[in-house]
């Protein structure tokens, strides 16, 4: 399993304005309110592309900005909803909400499809708030402005191959000659220090993933060189390819290496162990090896198991080694272990349904802080420079119980109120008038 991250700002679209109009014909010059509905904002989707492997497309875009609703007309015309933004993401990535750092969702297949951030709502129009009592009210809802947020993407990509060997077998050459992957590569041993990934494009629109780890030695098992902790890695790939340096072996005792390998695993974990294995003979363009070579390959064959002669420098071999593999990969696909990853959507309560009825009120000095999603909401979409408007306000407010809740916490005449960034005084009429 690999872990690539990226952060990513999202922002539904506003919601556009309700419209305040009055019906107006040559023979009926009272024709009543007709304001249609803004239009609501778009939304933000996350949706999972198979082709996509890496989130490094996001270290270059970061911003995204659903459409906003159009603002309501006349002759009850609602406004256009805004279009919503798809975000292509690779199948594997988790999402999480970047302040809280809980999971939102997990997109885990081609085409699934994930809300991240909701659009604004429209605002209502005046015809909306005439009744029988009411008729021709001179104001509108706007529309609802919706804050924008950081999300943290975080794949965790599943190799379908995962590539094994002791340090210098030439694993990184073998990555590197078979994608686009670029990790480091050194006669050293111990030169991979953490996992690298390649993409391999099989035939259209097919592509595996290939995963190269630090190399293992005996006694991993016991912490000895990188010890076996990167083979978790691999542990949920479907198939390994073990990769044999020929100038490491002994014509005499050819098995030692694989041996060492093999058993490796085993007691890391004796599942992986035994996932099907491809064994790739490398670096016979090197003189010399041609015994080893021999040697090695009748003793696999003797026992069943089908070698590779190649040379991860040259490419000699390759292809013939991956249309192998790609046989193999072909039959078992379906079967990936890839049900680890639960097919869970947990669509963060922001972002789902708001309780626009409950609020909470501190008292800071002589300031009552009011905070709730529903009534900022209310107090955000109201006209304020519209004095109608604001006694519609008013009078919500007042059913949900925040004149009562108020009078509990000893609110005097002249207190300051602060809902939602405006800020209102309470007045002996106990009315909440507008300050500015
Ligand atoms: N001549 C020859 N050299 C090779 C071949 N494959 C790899 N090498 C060389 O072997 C050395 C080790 O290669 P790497 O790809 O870094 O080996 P690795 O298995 O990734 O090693 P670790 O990351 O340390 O486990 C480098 O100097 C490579 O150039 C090959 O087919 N022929
Ligand atoms: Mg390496």
Known sequence: MFIDEAKINIKGGDGGNGCVSMHREKYRPHGGPDGGYGGNGGNVI???????????????????????????????????????????????????????????????????????????????????????????????????????????????????????????????????????????????????????????????????VFADIPGIIEGAHEGKGMGHKFLRHISRAGMLIVIIDLTKVNPESPLDVYDTIMNEIELYDQELAKRETIIALNKIDIVGTEEAYFALRDKLEESGKKCYPISALTSEGINELLVAVFEILKGIEKNMPYEEISEKIIIDSETEGINTKSFTIDKVEDYFVVRGKGIERMVQMTDIENDEAVYYLQSRIKRMGLENRLKEMGVKDGDFIVIGGFEFNYTEEKELKKKK
């Open 46 to 208: 996350l949706e999972g592309k198979s082709d996509m492997n890496t989130l490094s497309k996001f270290y270059k875009k970061v911003h995204f900005k659903a459409e906003r609703g159009s603002h309501g007309k006349g002759n009850n015309k609602n406004g256009k909803v805004g279009k919503d933004i798809i975000v292509n993401v690779p199948p594997g990535t988790v999402v999480y909400d970047d302040s809280t750092a809980r999971v939102i969702g997990d997109i885990t297949r081609d085409g699934q499809r994930i809300i991240v951030a909701r659009g604004g709502r429209g605002g209502k129009g005046n015809a909306h708030f005439a009744t029988s009592n009411y008729r021709a009210p001179s104001f509108a809802e706007k529309g609802e402005e919706v804050e924008d947020k950081w999300i943290r993407l975080e794949l965790k990509l599943i190799a379908h191959v995962g590539l094994v060997g002791l340090p210098n077998a030439g694993k990184s050459t073998f990555l590197s000659a078979i994608s686009h992957a670029t990790p480091k590569i050194a006669s050293y041993p111990f030169t991979t220090i953490h996992p690298n990934l390649g993409v391999v494009h099989a035939t259209e629109g097919i592509r595996y």
